[in-house]
């Protein structure tokens, strides 16, 4: 219990640690970073494909922990890219609720800030934390005898630009989203269990694969 404590103490900091560096990136937003553009969701821009790709990373991310299991070293990994995708979603949502900042489609002011309701959830992005925290602990563990692994920074690149022009995302939205993902997926990849392993059931350490 007092492990357990602990462990989620360290998480906690982290987010809290993860706010900070979020708020610095805001910063550019002063100096004009941040700027409207003309909104294209044609072709690989549009909502379905952007939506198929958040779908699928979740898809993956829960097929491949059960199927592999804890004990292979890529099962593995997927449980470590679940734990960062819940992690950098729960604090992306507090976040969200804690800033109020309005989207593009919402208002041309990007220094709309800490308005409450319904609305004005644009900061940070959710779904470029997604993509973030899920490439993360692959790259971590893998691209240093891989280095093509590497080329999964491109589905939190594409996200993030799809997002800007969808008009639901600032600059600063999609860049913060991609930091805090990253953070969580780092911090993910060097614990030394996945949290969520830990308290599964114990047959879900083996994997379906060994079963047949």
């Not at 930091?179 to 392993?197: D, H, I, Q, T, V």
Request: glycine share 10%; with cysteine.
């Amino acid at each position: 219990m007092r492990n357990s404590r602990q462990r989620i103490a360290r998480a906690g900091r982290m987010a809290a640690a993860v706010l900070v560096a979020v708020l610095a990136v805001a910063s550019p937003a002063l100096a004009g970073f941040d700027h409207r553009v003309a909104v294209d969701q044609n072709g690989i821009w549009s909502r379905g494909v952007q939506e198929g790709l958040r779908y699928g990373v979740i898809a993956t991310e829960i097929g491949g922990a059960l199927w592999y299991g804890g004990e292979d070293p890529l099962g593995r990994t997927f449980w470590e890219t679940i734990d960062a995708s819940v992690g950098s979603g729960v604090t992306a949502e507090i976040a969200k609720r804690a800033f109020g900042r309005r989207r593009p489609s919402e208002t041309d002011d990007p220094n709309d800030w800490f308005n409450h309701g319904s609305c004005c959830r644009s900061f940070p992005s959710g779904e470029v934390a997604l993509q973030a925290s899920f490439v993360t602990p692959l790259i971590v563990n893998y691209a240093a005898d891989q280095p093509l692994m590497w080329a999964l920074e491109a589905l939190p690149a594409y996200d993030a630009v799809a997002r800007v022009k969808s008009g639901a995302h600032w600059q600063t939205d999609v860049v913060a989203g991609w930091a805090l993902g990253s953070a969580f997926g780092y911090w993910s990849a060097k614990r030394a269990n996945p949290l969520l392993l830990q308290i599964m059931p114990g047959g879900i350490a083996v994997g379906i694969h060994t079963r047949f």
